[in-house]
């Protein structure tokens, strides 16, 4: 094992649902008598060939998602794996389209119990989380609007950003315009996909008009040299997934990724593992990849854990914590 594996991590990016084992949903589906089709291939992994596939078999595992308590389970097993993989801090996407499909009543209901398996988490592991409930882009701007609502009711201590993933290539970020408005203006953090399927104009239009401190992915912007220019002078910090961009062939192979020449540039850059039983990695297998691939060190990664604690979504004195963990000067 190389010895970056064993490092403390801060993750700022990934999907509760899409960091649900395969076995986790097997076992789930067994319990409740439903039956999954297409959901795994031959040998018990997620079946999926391309983004739009990847989309749909994820929607699909979901369907076994249908009460709190299997959130709060998915919570404490998605948590405990983060833990056991080095991670002290993570922010995990959540939304209230998948978690009681929109409904006020059961967002609560659902929202109690990923918080209470977070709680369970911290107490057991140590590991301090906070959630980003997001909209799904191919659901489209009402949908936006009433999940930037819900989440603006259930803000918190431990609920504390906005964000929206889904199908890129579904309308245009001004679309999105107000729910990420509102979402700010009631003082979430903010951050969106962008620049992971679609090229450098969906990261334009995403700083244009939703005005995050944060892109999820954003890794295509190295085709525009004005934007890496713009992304590194304004500070804004790409949630970088290497390892999934990898499996969706966003790159062809490692040593193709952006990473290297976005950070070579100035652009704060963070590294996350976005579904990671989907795309066949976990945060240890980022960091091997990353330094047998860029000849990252340990105080590579301590600077990039450092970005990613500047850029969390939580409070000053959980930062302050969080560094001194980072460098060793607490236990
Ligand atoms: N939802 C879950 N994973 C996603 C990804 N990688 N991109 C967009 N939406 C997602
Ligand atoms: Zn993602």
Redesign the pocket.
Known sequence: MSDVESLPKVELHL?LE?AAPPEFIRTLAAEKNIELNGVFDAQGAYAWTN?AA??ET?HKACEVLDDPEAFRRLTEAVLAKSAADGVIYTEI?IAPDICGGGDPVAWGEYLAAILQGAETARATHGIETRFIPTCIRNLGPEAAVRAAQLTVDRMGPMVTGFGM????RHLTAADFASAFEFAREAGLGITS?AG?LCGPHSVVETLDHLRPSRI??GVRAIEDPELVRRLADEGVVLEV?PG?NIA?SVFPRWADHSIQALRAAGVPVTVST??PPYFHTDMRYEYRMLADTFGWTTADFTALNMTAVDAAFCDVDTKTRLKARLTGDTP
């Open positions: 999907h899409g983004f990847f989309l994820y996407f993933g889904g199908e890129e996909h992971e999820g992915h997934n999934s969706l976005d579904d």
